[in-house]
């Protein structure tokens, strides 16, 4: 398999480069460059100190980690959030606490995956009818809850 290089510029003296945790794993943790408090229902975006460089033809997929969703009712916001391949700004993760309880975000805390992937460039062409389906115009439920 091709390998492609993701290029990391570290803004921040204490930012972390992302990381795979475990071979096989899809998603490069991406972790907090500050310390801040999360209230309950509070949405903030959370630095990571870092900017990236995609490789030709790729986005970057934010998503958030399974561990504080569960534990702590914390996710993220405009999920996956999508970087762009020419976008050269600092990666940030925009985090919201459901939970009841004020979560602290810690320096170095791991608080989102970030997943590489191709995109396909596609032309539009404007048509006066699509193909039918099964399905056809069918959505929001329309296949049942079993």
Same mark, same amino acid.
């Not at 794993?25 to 949405?43: H, K, N, P």
């Given at each position: 398999?091709?390998? /492609?290089?993701?290029?990391? %510029?570290?803004? =921040?003296?204490?930012?972390?480069?992302?990381?795979?945790?475990? $071979? *096989?794993?899809?998603?490069?943790?991406?972790?907090?460059?500050?310390?801040?408090?999360?209230?309950?229902?509070? #949405?903030?975006?959370?630095?990571?100190?870092?900017? !990236?460089?995609?490789?030709?033809? #790729? $986005?970057?997929?934010?998503?958030?980690?399974? @561990?504080?969703?569960?534990? =702590?009712?914390? #996710?993220?916001?405009?999920?996956? *959030?999508?970087?762009?391949? @020419?976008?050269? &700004? $600092?990666? &940030?993760? !925009?985090? !919201?606490? %459901?939970?009841?309880?004020? /979560?602290?975000?810690?320096? *170095?805390?791991?608080?989102?995956?970030?997943?590489?992937?191709? !995109?396909?460039?596609?032309?539009?062409? $404007?048509?006066?009818?699509?193909?039918?389906?099964?399905? &056809?115009?069918?959505? /929001?439920?329309?296949? *049942?809850?079993?």
């Amino acid at each position: 398999m091709e390998r /492609f290089l993701l290029k990391v %510029h570290r803004i =921040h003296e204490d930012a972390i480069l992302p990381n795979y945790a475990h $071979e *096989g794993d899809a998603g490069l943790d991406l972790y907090s460059v500050e310390e801040l408090l999360l209230e309950s229902g509070e #949405t903030k975006l959370v630095k990571t100190g870092i900017r !990236i460089e995609l490789p030709k033809n #790729t $986005e970057a997929q934010v998503r958030p980690r399974s @561990g504080l969703a569960l534990k =702590h009712s914390v #996710t993220l916001l405009n999920t996956p *959030g999508t970087i762009d391949e @020419g976008y050269r &700004g $600092e990666v &940030g993760v !925009i985090m !919201i606490n %459901h939970g009841k309880k004020p /979560f602290k975000v810690e320096k *170095g805390m791991k608080i989102a995956q970030l997943v590489v992937k191709p !995109i396909w460039r596609v032309g539009v062409e $404007e048509v006066s009818n699509l193909s039918d389906t099964e399905r &056809g115009k069918g959505g /929001f439920g329309s296949t *049942g809850l079993r």
